[in-house]
């Protein structure tokens, strides 16, 4: 029994040397692949410029404040195509300081409007046919 474990640790330590040799003798191969030179570049003739006309938003703010008894109760605020609102948060029997009494909400965005007024364009008659002649 002695023997058999004696010999085993001896075949572990043999294995344990011997796997660095052979994994270094691999990797020390030569390679003499060489990447192949880069091309050389070209400088190219600019062309025309694109005949694109881009145009800046309107930047321009319309702000409209609704009072009401000398406090504002809404302002409306119109940039460009977005328009949104800001309200007061008037939470009845929250004391200052409260996280309930914070002075302002969140802004409400204005998604979309129904019923707005119709542009000139949209407004073609319909094509009807002519009354069938009587006979």
């Known amino acids: 029994m002695r023997t058999s474990k004696f010999w085993s640790l001896i075949t572990i330590s043999v294995a ?11 990797s020390t191969a030569p390679t003499k692949d060489f990447a ?7 400088r190219l003739e600019e062309g025309e410029a694109p005949a694109v006309t881009i145009r800046q938003p309107d930047t321009q703010k319309k702000i409209t404040e609704k009072r009401s008894q000398g406090k504002v109760t809404e302002v409306k605020v119109q940039t460009g195509k977005t328009t949104y609102y800001a309200k ?10 409260d996280g309930q009494s914070d002075t302002n909400r969140p ?4 998604v979309g409007t129904f019923g707005g007024p119709k542009s000139a364009t949209a407004a073609e008659p319909a094509q009807t046919l002519a009354p069938a002649p009587v006979k």
């Open 88 to 97: 007061p948060n008037d939470t009845p029997g929250a004391m200052r300081g």
């Open 16 to 26: 344990a040397i011997a796997t660095p040799l052979i994994v270094s003798a691999q």
């Open 36 to 42: 192949p030179a880069p091309p050389q570049t070209q």
């Open 107 to 110: 802004v409400q965005f204005e």
